[in-house]
């Protein structure tokens, strides 16, 4: 048995507009010990910025799981769920404050799925109907329950899961992660790290659309994840998906034998990408590209400015230091 502190994720993901939005509001962020799915609200203002908010105050936390990271050891199950739980508890303030500076802001909200190391295991936290699924010896699991009117509906027996997919108010979400809702805390779960697992973490843009017998299809016909993602995306699109689609495909790899061509640099996708990549143009000269350094002056002035991402320039300088991908 390959011992657990060799296994790691080998990821690929994927996060478009879609044929239908004129903006992105979802937000991923993929890393060795931490997956992050975040869907801004849609038709909520402010719902990029909300989804952007709460992926970059996740991701440290693989830092923190990381053998390398500052901890120097990963997290047990306890740490882990607590280290969740206050980085939700944080997004959720900095949501209110972002609206009360703002509120314009009112009522942006997103959904979370997330799915974190924790020593031998895994955590997954969950608000919303972003879903997380397990591939699991060729069987494929729905790791998390929809908080949505629907879902109800399907629990209560009043309809079935068939019906509910072209339901009129299936996207009516009943629990999110905003500046409304005072219930934040997540759904959490556990599951022991095996070699082989494959993972899914995906917008209601991807799995809202498509079956879990299209989604195990693609999963166990498409090695690459990247390429399974893709495909995942593509299949909704094509099935006639209104909606961002973002999809995190993530097998448990054993790190000594992993191939050259497995991903385990960190990046983030959707609204986040592109919230640090804007920062990224505004600080660095095309001709030297180094970095502008940014005086406590300027960084509070800039942070009064209507609309923007909370802490934005600290949050880059993190990320940079940590060798996160903030480039297409």
């Known amino acids: 048995m390959v011992g657990n502190s060799r296994l790691v994720f080998n990821y690929g993901a994927v996060s478009i507009t879609g044929n239908v939005r004129t903006s992105n509001q979802d937000s991923a962020y993929v890393g060795p010990n931490l997956l992050v799915v975040a869907d801004g ?44 739980e206050s980085a939700i508890e944080q997004v959720y303030n900095e949501i209110v404050v972002a609206v009360q500076k703002n509120l314009e802001l009112s009522g942006m909200g997103t959904t979370i799925t997330a799915i974190l190391r924790a020593d031998d295991s895994f955590v997954t936290a969950h608000l919303g109907d972003s879903r997380a699924y397990l591939l699991h010896e060729e069987e494929l699991t729905q790791l998390t329950t929809d908080h949505t009117f629907v879902q109800h509906l399907v629990d209560s027996g009043k309809i079935t899961k068939e019906e509910a997919r072209v339901h009129p108010r299936k996207n009516v979400v009943m629990r999110v992660l905003g500046d409304f809702d005072l219930d934040y805390m997540p759904d959490l779960s556990f599951r022991l790290i095996q070699k082989g697992d494959r993972y899914l973490l995906s917008s209601d843009g991807v799995s809202g659309v498509l079956d879990d017998i299209e989604i195990r299809d693609v999963l166990l016909r498409i090695e690459d994840p990247e390429k399974a993602a893709r495909k995942l995306v593509d299949l909704a699109i094509e099935s006639g998906s209104t909606d961002n689609c973002t999809a995190i495909v993530a097998d448990v790899v054993d790190n000594r034998t992993r191939s050259k061509n497995y991903s385990q640099t960190p990046n983030f996708l959707g609204a986040a990408h592109d919230s640090i990549q804007e920062y990224l143009e505004s600080v660095i000269d095309n001709e030297s590209s180094q970095v502008i350094e940014v005086n406590e002056e300027e960084e509070n002035e800039n942070e009064e400015n209507e609309g923007k991402i909370p802490r934005i320039r600290n949050i880059f300088h993190r990320l940079t230091r940590r060798g996160v991908v903030v480039e297409d």
Do not use: C, E, Y
């Open 41 to 84: 609200m849609g038709g909520h203002a402010g719902g990029d910025i909300a989804s952007t908010i709460t992926v970059t105050t996740l991701s440290p936390l693989d830092t923190l799981a990381s053998p390398r990271g500052i901890l120097r050891a990963r997290m047990d199950i306890k740490q882990a769920t607590n280290a969740l």
